[in-house]
């Protein structure tokens, strides 16, 4: 039976894998032997782990590398394959890696407590690594992030990170976890466990005072701090109505990594980037709103920033029904798009 791909609590399919080279909705590139591959290794020395992935460039010379930062779930170094080979395709170098309790990579995977915050810590030394490595001294570093690995980067660069070039691709712009609200709107994560309610009018109440609680706390290595704030707000949840019966083992925004997404404002960091940005994001994406999240990208006028909505398209940037087989099959059009902003840049 096919286990969970979630994609911040909104659920795909895939098989269970740990202890496999890849999951079902990844691939090996194909014709791999066209290119050099190199096997990297870096260490998280706070956390006592080891992380690996792959480096693929190109065997003439090139001037660009691409780190892709996957989304929410397990993903390990053969993540958006498609994508992948068409940057080969296009002389532009590729790292992948496996996430923290995947694939070969160490430390343990853990929906309730990896939290983005240490996906961010992971990401920074995997960046470093490359960016003070002589023999890439001359290469152009950027990244390519996808829905909740866009958050991920976005710390980076609260932290002072400056790559050459992003492209967040649906990647939630507006504070405080307004892309969860958005998915019970759509229907897609009805959050059927942590709000038992016949109302979606008073499942958005509930949520918000989760959202308000956390919102522009900045707790993340205090889980004293946190335990106060849930109990708080499920204090006040409870003057509304939210009681036991309301929900099964966990309340809504129990877990750690819950609290970490709705905390988080990247608004300001948006509106004074000075990075050049490709925002890309499908008309009919259920998961991330585009029409609330362009409007808000709009409203920063950073002239840094291009946005880019493609007719038609899904939140993986596909016209195709989401199952492990088709998640990473990317539009042509939306290739291309990617590919040549990157090659402009």
Same mark, same amino acid.
């Given at each position: ?54 480096? $693929? ?8 590398? &691409? ?10 170094? #053969? ?7 068409? *940057? ?37 030394? &995997?960046?470093?690594? *490359? ?19 866009? +958050? ?22 507006? @504070? ?12 897609? #994560?009805?959050?059927?466990?942590? *709000? ?6 008073? @499942?958005?109440? &509930? +949520? ?66 000075? $990075? ?11 998961? $991330? ?12 006028? #950073? ?6 909505? $493609? ?35």
């Amino acid at each position: 039976m096919n286990s969970i791909k979630t994609l911040v609590f909104v659920i795909f399919f895939s098989i269970s894998c740990l202890g496999q080279d890849v999951f079902q909705y990844e691939k090996n590139i194909q014709y791999i032997e066209n290119y050099n591959s190199t096997d990297l290794e870096f260490i998280n020395s706070k956390e006592k782990i080891n992380l690996y992935g792959t480096l $693929i460039e190109p065997k003439n010379q090139y001037d660009k590398i &691409i780190i892709i930062v996957p989304g929410s779930g397990m993903d390990t170094r #053969n993540n958006h394959y498609q994508l992948t080979e068409n *940057l080969l395709q296009n002389n532009i170098a590729v790292f992948r890696y496996d996430e923290r309790g995947v694939g070969k990579s160490e430390g343990k995977f853990s929906t309730a407590n990896y939290t983005i915050t240490d996906m961010a810590n992971d990401l920074r030394i &995997i960046y470093d690594s *490359l960016k003070n490595n002589i023999f890439f001294s001359t290469k152009q570093i950027g990244l390519i992030s996808h829905s909740q690995g866009g +958050m991920v980067t976005m710390i980076l660069i609260e932290n002072g990170i400056q790559p050459d070039f992003l492209v967040q691709w649906a990647t939630p712009v507006q @504070k405080h976890g307004e892309f969860l609200k958005y998915q019970l709107r759509t229907g897609v #994560n009805k959050f059927e466990n942590e *709000l038992i309610f016949d109302s979606e009018e008073k @499942k958005l109440e &509930i +949520m918000g005072i989760f959202h308000q609680a956390f919102g522009g706390t900045s707790t993340e290595n205090d889980w004293e701090e946190d335990l106060k704030i849930s109990k708080e707000a499920l204090k006040k949840a409870k003057e509304h109505g939210y009681t036991e019966k309301n929900y099964n083992r966990f309340y809504y925004g129990n877990f750690h990594s819950w609290k970490h997404l709705l905390k988080k404002d990247f608004e300001n960091t948006y509106a004074t980037c000075k $990075i050049p940005i490709l925002y890309i994001i499908g008309s009919n994406d259920l998961y $991330i709103d585009p029409k609330a999240e362009v409007n808000k990208l709009r409203s920063f006028q #950073n002239n840094k920033i291009e946005i880019i909505i $493609i007719n038609g398209l899904n939140h993986y940037l596909t016209n195709e029904d989401l199952s492990p087989d088709s998640m990473y099959n990317i539009d042509i059009e939306a290739k291309k798009t990617i590919t040549d902003w990157i090659l402009k840049q």
